[in-house]
């Protein structure tokens, strides 16, 4: 079981729009500025997003992205899946034929792993996950840095 950084960028990125919306649909530009991240490896993303309903593009000037529902109605789970992740822990993908085309000895086991993680990804709502401290200390942390950016831009256009 891997989550890769298909599954990893997709959660962030969704936390951000979360996080920033109440100011209006959030650009992949501001996303992967505010992140850290390939501008072309989030408009990938979020054509699976935007295909699996959970945001909204809106185009023209000042458009970007929204959640096409409320943030406590979408898990992280639910934003993982429709990235075409699989949380599975097992060798065989969940078939059942990872030992000579017969179940393992240990297939049990990472099955309820498989299971368990799942749950506690389904368990976490964007509006929960962007309301833990640890997340609003970021959130912070970014705002402050990009509000320092553009006053610094404003100083040099008056130079």
């Known amino acids: 079981m891997l989550l890769t950084t298909r ?11 979360t996080a ?3 100011s209006g649909p959030v650009s992949l530009n501001q ?33 970007g992205y929204k959640l096409a529902r409320p943030a406590e109605s979408i898990t992280v789970a639910q934003v993982v899946h429709a990235v075409n992740e699989n949380v599975d822990a097992t060798q065989c993908g969940g078939m059942k034929n990872c030992s000579g085309g017969q179940r393992c000895l240990t297939h049990g ?11 506690f990804l389904d368990d976490i709502s ?3 996950l962007v309301r833990w401290p640890s997340v609003i ?23």
Not at 7 to 17: E, K, P, Q, S
Not at 144 to 150: Q, R
């Open 109 to 119: 086991l990472w099955d309820r792993l498989s299971k368990q993680l799942y749950e």
């Open 31 to 63: 996303i992967a500025d505010n992140q850290n991240l390939s501008l072309s490896y989030l408009e990938q993303l979020f054509a699976q997003l935007r295909q699996a309903g959970l945001v909204i593009g809106l185009r023209g000037p000042g458009g």
């Open 20 to 22: 920033h919306q109440q």
């Open 137 to 159: 200390e970021v959130i912070e942390r970014q705002e402050l840095m990009m509000n320092k950016a553009v006053s610094n831009q404003r100083v040099a256009l008056e130079i």
């Open 126 to 128: 964007l509006d929960e």
């Open 7 to 17: 599954g990893r960028y997709a959660v962030t990125a969704m936390v951000d729009i």
